[in-house]
C-alpha cells in the first residue's frame, strides 16, 4: 500500500509540475497599440492581429508579426497586453508582461534598468509637417529654425527636437494621434517621427508630408538610436539568449517585406 501510494504522489506531482510548465508556457508581450506602423489596434481581426488580452479588440503591426514569430520559434503562446508607452517599463519591472516588443530603440538610459535584444528593425530620423507649411521645402534641419515642434513623451524623438536651432520645443504629448492633431490644427509646425512611423501617418492625412534629410543635414544620432530592439528584465538572460537566436533567424528581406505588409495593411 505505501508503495502504491509512493507512486500515486509521483504520478500527481508529475501532473502538477507538468501542469505549472505548460500554464507558463507563454510569452507575454507588452506595447502601447498606438504606433504605426510598428503596432496599432484594430476591431477587424485577420491572419496577423491578436487579441488584446483583458479589452476589447486586437492589435497589428510589425511588432505583432516579430511576436508572433518567435513566440512560435520558442513553441509558446503569444499574449498581447497594451500600455501606454511611458507605462511599459514599469509593467515590465512589475512582471505584468515578460517583454516589450514596441519600437523601443535601446538607449543607453533604458539599459540600466532593462536588457535589450539585438537589434530587430532600423530606421531613421523624419520630420512630418503639413504640405502647405512655410517649412514645406526644408531640406536640413537648420531650415527648421524658430519652428514649433513636438514629440511623443518619453521617446527620443522628444529629445532630438533640442537639436533644432532656436527650436520652439512644445510640450510633448502622449499619443500620435494626438500629436497629428497639433500640426493638422496649426498648434505644431512639425514633429519629429521615425521614418515608418511617419509614412504610414502620412498615407492616413493627403494633407500632410515627411522630410528626409541626406547625411550631414538631419538629426545626429547613434546607432541605438536608429535601432529597436525587445526589452526584457535584467534577470531573464535564458530568454534574451533565445529571442536572440531567433532574431539572428530572421533576414533583412523578410523584415523589410513585413515592414512593407505592416505599412500595406494599417494604410
Not at 71 to 83: G, S
Not at 88 to 108: F, R
Request: net charge negative.
Amino acid at each position: 500500500m505505501k508503495k502504491i501510494l509512493s507512486v500515486l504522489v509521483l504520478i500527481v506531482t508529475g501532473i502538477t509540475i507538468s501542469a505549472c510548465t505548460n500554464s507558463q508556457n507563454t510569452l507575454v508581450v507588452g506595447l502601447e497599440a498606438a504606433y504605426a506602423p510598428f503596432n496599432w489596434a484594430t476591431q477587424t481581426p485577420n491572419e496577423h492581429t491578436v487579441r488584446i488580452e483583458g479589452q476589447v479588440g486586437y492589435v497589428d503591426g510589425y511588432d505583432v508579426v516579430v511576436a508572433q514569430h518567435i513566440a512560435d520559434e520558442l513553441n509558446m503562446k503569444l499574449v498581447i497586453k497594451v500600455f501606454k508607452w511611458e507605462g511599459l517599463i514599469t509593467a515590465l519591472q512589475s512582471k505584468l508582461i515578460d517583454v516589450i516588443i514596441a519600437g523601443m530603440s535601446p538607449t543607453a538610459e533604458r539599459a540600466k534598468t532593462v536588457n535589450f535584444s539585438d537589434v530587430y528593425y532600423r530606421s531613421e530620423q523624419v520630420m512630418v509637417l503639413l504640405k502647405t507649411s512655410t517649412f514645406n521645402e526644408a531640406t536640413s534641419l537648420a531650415d527648421f529654425s524658430g519652428a514649433k515642434v513636438v514629440a511623443q513623451l518619453g521617446t527620443l524623438q522628444d529629445d532630438l527636437a533640442d537639436q533644432i536651432l532656436n527650436v520652439n520645443h512644445l510640450t510633448p504629448l502622449e499619443s500620435y494621434g494626438a500629436i497629428t492633431q497639433s500640426v493638422k490644427s496649426g498648434e505644431a509646425d512639425a514633429f519629429v517621427a521615425e521614418l515608418p512611423v511617419a509614412q504610414s501617418i502620412t498615407a492616413t492625412n493627403s494633407d500632410l508630408m515627411y522630410i528626409q534629410f541626406s547625411e550631414g543635414n538631419g538629426f545626429v544620432v547613434t546607432d541605438e538610436q536608429v535601432s529597436v530592439s525587445i526589452a526584457l528584465r535584467k534577470s531573464d538572460t535564458d530568454l534574451l539568449e533565445s529571442i536572440n537566436t531567433v532574431l539572428a533567424g530572421i533576414s533583412e528581406e523578410q523584415r523589410n517585406e513585413w515592414m512593407s505588409a505592416a505599412l500595406s495593411r494599417q494604410n
